[in-house]
């Protein structure tokens, strides 16, 4: 995703999140890596921390359920509903990808 240090990879991710911020429905964007920092997102600074540290806690305990339940598999996205948002996490071996909407606009 954004593993690049040239303008090509902050391209890839300004357009990933222009794309998938212009989806009915979608409250943030948010690009991450692993460990919880916050490489861009479309939500607010403080916001996006609080997103940051609890999913990539969250995506990190659920891989290792994954793991445990089976060896050989690997958590590739993970989907989350509640009454107000649906959050959905893709990972990556480096970054996360975690896309904020409102159910209620599918």
């Known amino acids: 995703m954004a593993s690049r240090d040239?303008?090509?990879g902050q391209i890839d991710i300004d357009e990933t999140i222009n794309r998938?911020?212009?989806?009915?429905?979608?409250?943030?964007v948010?690009?991450?890596?692993?460990?919880?920092?916050?490489?861009?997102?479309?939500?607010?600074?403080e916001h996006g921390e609080i997103q940051a540290k609890l999913l990539s806690k969250l995506a990190r305990d659920a891989a290792?359920?994954?793991?445990?339940?089976?060896?050989?598999?690997?958590?590739?996205?993970?989907?989350?509903?509640?009454k107000r948002h649906e959050i959905m996490v893709a990972l990556d071996h480096s970054y996360l990808l975690v896309v904020v909407q409102s159910p209620q606009s599918e």
Do not use: M, P
């Not at 998938?20 to 943030?28: D, F, H, I, N, Y």
């Not at 948010?30 to 600074?45: F, Q, S």
């Not at 994954?66 to 050989?72: D, G, N, T």
């Open 20 to 28: 998938l911020g212009s989806k009915r429905g979608v409250e943030s």
């Open 30 to 45: 948010t690009v991450l890596t692993k460990d919880g920092r916050v490489i861009r997102t479309t939500a607010t600074a």
């Open 6 to 8: 040239n303008n090509d």
């Open 64 to 82: 290792e359920i994954v793991e445990e339940l089976e060896s050989q598999d690997e958590l590739s996205f993970l989907r989350i509903r509640t």
